[in-house]
């Protein structure tokens, strides 16, 4: 069955530092996401990317970050200057067409901010 | 705005117990999807299940069922003769089809004990 993947499974940097991670949504999906889940809380979404731009974002997702589809398969999430608040875990999904097809989540990354 | 209540944050159950994690949710949309995921110790999210609204059966998968009731904006999960291994976080969701990339809206969540 075909995954989402995403690397690395756990992070640790620095505060201030920029961080990328990664991820390898299904290859004919055609809507990728990025959410967080703060230890203990809901997850909650960050962004929505189709047709190579965003197209939903949500009052977490600030300046601090942005998103790519560098290469046609992979999916990245960059935070330009972690702060301590960023520790939680990433996952990314992807989607044939949202709610209607259904969701596939990779595993997560693990970002633990120092 | 999409909003999923999930009331209970902690269930503890002895196994071989039924157990019921709620779930409301409020919508203005006419189509949309509701999820339910499961979040063992391990941490991924493990798909259990999607309805549409306008599907209002029950769906029964082995020890599960899942109740939608429009009526009540509810979308109950059951899980019958429950086992340790069902310990988990269970998360119910919401995807609106009028939302421009159709994002989750997570519930809060519920951490189901299951004790031997």
């Known amino acids: 069955e075909p995954e989402v993947t995403q690397t690395p499974s756990h992070q640790v940097t620095q505060m201030g530092q920029e961080v990328i991670l990664r991820c390898v949504p299904i290859?004919?999906?055609?809507?990728f996401y990025w959410y967080r889940q703060i230890l203990g809380q809901k997850v909650e979404f960050l962004v929505s990317?189709?047709?190579?731009?965003?197209?939903?974002k949500s009052e977490i997702f600030d300046d601090q970050f942005s998103v790519e589809r560098p290469d046609g398969s992979n999916f990245t999430l960059k935070i330009r200057s972690t702060k301590l608040e960023d520790s939680a875990m990433y996952f990314c999904?992807?989607?044939?067409?949202?709610?209607?097809?259904?969701?596939?989540f990779g595993s997560g990354t693990r970002l633990t901010v120092v | 705005a999409q909003k999923v209540t999930q009331a209970q944050t902690e269930i503890s159950v002895v196994e071989k117990e039924d157990v019921t994690l709620d779930c409301v949710y409020e919508?203005?949309?006419?189509?949309?999807?509701l999820f339910w995921y499961k979040q063992p110790p391990s941490g991924e999210l493990v798909f259990l299940i999607r309805?549409?609204?306008?599907?209002?059966q029950n769906e029964i998968s082995g020890r599960y069922s899942w109740n939608f009731q429009k009526s009540t904006s509810s979308f109950n999960f059951t899980i019958t003769a429950s086992q340790v291994v069902d310990s988990a976080v269970y998360f119910c969701?919401?995807?609106?089809?009028?939302?421009?990339?159709?994002?989750?809206?997570f519930g809060e969540g519920t951490q189901l004990t299951v004790n031997p």
């Open positions: 969701a919401l995807s609106e089809e009028e939302t421009s990339g159709s994002r989750l809206t």
């Open positions: 290859s004919n999906h055609l809507y």
């Open positions: 999904a992807s989607s044939d067409g949202g709610g209607a097809y259904g969701y596939t």
């Open positions: 309805r549409n609204s306008f599907d209002e």
């Open positions: 919508t203005r949309d006419t189509t949309y999807y």
């Open positions: 990317f189709y047709n190579n731009e965003i197209s939903e």
